[in-house]
């Protein structure tokens, strides 16, 4: 079956450190991945995505990603954190086959950053 | 500028009163979908749409309708809703096919009870 694991319901780091947001995956094929922001009361972000090329993907405000095939990971990442990364994070990867018309969302990671 | 807009933000109902979210975008996207968020679930699909009257089931469609009439519209029907379809309801679009090169664009939600 075609999944997303994020095992940390939530990560907390303070503001000028760096951050890591797990995110596993499991799909029959190539996987094309993909990072989402949800703030409060809004709808997820578009962060960063992964199709195929450099295994570190950069996105919006900082943020990078690491492919890592032989683990199965797209691990998010960014250098030194801010109280405004505080979000809930969204891994997802396409589906394949019969499920190519959907992405599939992780449960999501909740990142708090202290002051 | 480039949108989702859901309507209402916060909707409370009764069991079995017939209920629709309107979703626009405008940015001629040809893919539409919507997604309902739950704590510890993350994001399921409901339908998606492909084109133009091309509407099919994602993962849990029990109890819901679309229609896609029109490019830019994707309203969500709930013919009898009951208690648990409580949840944060999405609408998303993108240029082409979710998870291609394309990101989803988000709408802000839509938070129904159903009491």
């Known amino acids: 079956a075609q999944s997303v694991a994020q095992p940390e319901d939530q990560v907390n780091v303070a503001e000028g450190n760096p951050l890591t947001v797990k995110c596993t995956y499991s799909v029959s094929g190539n996987p094309y991945l993909f990072w989402y922001v949800q703030y409060p009361n809004r709808g997820l972000q578009f962060l960063l995505k992964y199709i195929t090329g450099d295994n570190l993907v950069k996105g919006s405000y900082g943020f990078e990603a690491e492919f890592n095939k032989s683990q199965t990971s797209f691990h998010l990442k960014k250098p030194s954190a801010l109280v405004s990364d505080s979000a809930l994070y969204f891994c997802?990867?396409?589906?394949?086959?019969?499920?190519?018309?959907?992405?599939?969302f992780g449960t999501g990671t909740l990142l708090a950053v202290q002051p | 500028e480039a949108q989702v807009t859901q309507n209402p933000r916060y909707l409370i109902t009764v069991t079995g009163k017939k209920l629709t979210v309107t979703c626009s975008q405008n940015m001629n996207h040809e893919y539409m979908s919507w997604y309902r968020q739950d704590p510890g679930l993350g994001l399921r699909q409901i339908y998606y749409?492909?084109?133009?009257?091309?509407?099919d089931k994602g993962d849990v469609p029990e109890g819901y309708k679309v229609s896609r009439k029109e490019k830019r519209n994707f309203p969500l029907i709930l013919e009898s809703p009951s208690p648990n379809q409580t949840s944060l309801y999405f609408c998303?679009?993108?240029?082409?096919?979710?998870?291609?090169?394309?990101?989803?664009?988000f709408g802000n939600g839509t938070r129904l009870t159903v009491t």
């Open positions: 749409s492909m084109n133009v009257e091309v509407t």
């Open positions: 998303a679009s993108s240029l082409s096919v979710a998870g291609g090169n394309s990101p989803l664009h």
């Open positions: 997802a990867v396409r589906g394949y086959g019969g499920a190519t018309n959907k992405l599939i």
